[in-house]
């Protein structure tokens, strides 16, 4: 299994990338969204991969982010969406738009992403709907519809990160403080410190 490139970019399109490893290219499909995060042609990059096995060939899916890595695998566990649909979910909506989409059960905004229609909008909604809050942290925040919640534990999960802590840590440890603290005490400062107080007691 192929988990992840590093070497320079010799060709890139919106959809895919042509990876120069030690001598060796590999032709590696992308969403927009990952083409938008990396570098220009002739640099190197860093990508996170996915392999596909069939009888006829093996296929490589690429993307900037282990986030994006892992919502493709869970789009993948749905009947009826395959890798190029996946890839479209990823290019057209961004990752905490969809799953705060997916939880709040918004068919309209799922609706909107090329190729899809009601009835593979109303599937994803029904068989995503317990998976993504541990994709993206804001999709938790939407079903308990506080906005400004959202953002700050958003934030914080980000500052976390960039202080070092590990992403589902840090997500564990801002979603408990919000569902314990009252909202008066939901600052990002406040988050940020009582979730380093509880990781690192």
């Given at each position: 299994?192929?988990?992840?490139?590093?070497?320079?970019?010799?060709?890139?399109?919106?959809?895919?990338?042509?990876?120069?490893?030690?001598?060796?290219?590999?032709?590696?499909?992308?969403?927009?969204?990952?083409?938008?995060?990396?570098?220009q042609?002739?640099k190197?990059?860093?990508?996170?991969?996915?392999?596909?096995?069939?009888?006829?060939?093996?296929?490589?899916?690429?993307?900037?982010?282990?986030?994006?890595?892992?919502?493709?695998?869970?789009?993948?566990?749905?009947?009826?969406?395959?890798?190029?649909?996946?890839?479209?979910?990823?290019?057209?909506?961004?990752?905490?738009s969809f799953?705060?989409?997916?939880?709040t059960?918004?068919?309209?905004?799922?609706?909107?992403?090329?190729?899809?229609?009601?009835?593979?909008?109303e599937?994803?909604?029904?068989?995503?709907?317990?998976?993504?809050?541990r994709?993206?942290?804001?999709?938790?925040?939407?079903?308990?519809?506080?906005?400004?919640?959202?953002?700050?534990?958003?934030?914080?999960?980000?500052?976390?990160?960039?202080?070092?802590v590990?992403?589902?840590?840090?997500?564990?440890?801002?979603?408990?403080?919000?569902?314990?603290?009252?909202?008066?005490?939901r600052?990002?400062?406040?988050l940020?410190?009582?979730?380093?107080?509880?990781?690192?007691?």
């Amino acid at each position: 299994m192929i988990a992840r490139l590093k070497g320079i970019i010799l060709e890139s399109t919106f959809s895919e990338i042509l990876i120069d490893v030690n001598g060796v290219g590999y032709q590696v499909f992308i969403p927009i969204s990952t083409y938008d995060a990396l570098p220009q042609v002739g640099k190197t990059a860093e990508i996170f991969t996915e392999m596909a096995v069939k009888e006829d060939a093996i296929t490589l899916y690429g993307f900037a982010s282990k986030i994006e890595k892992e919502l493709f695998n869970v789009l993948m566990s749905v009947s009826g969406v395959g890798p190029k649909l996946a890839l479209s979910i990823l290019s057209c909506m961004p990752i905490p738009s969809f799953c705060a989409a997916i939880s709040t059960g918004d068919v309209n905004s799922i609706k909107s992403i090329n190729g899809i229609g009601k009835k593979t909008a109303e599937r994803l909604i029904v068989e995503l709907k317990d998976k993504v809050d541990r994709i993206s942290p804001e999709s938790k925040f939407a079903v308990e519809g506080s906005g400004s919640a959202s953002k700050e534990g958003a934030d914080a999960i980000r500052a976390l990160e960039q202080l070092g802590v590990k992403h589902e840590s840090a997500r564990k440890a801002v979603l408990k403080l919000i569902e314990e603290l009252p909202e008066s005490q939901r600052s990002i400062e406040n988050l940020i410190r009582k979730a380093l107080q509880s990781i690192n007691p």
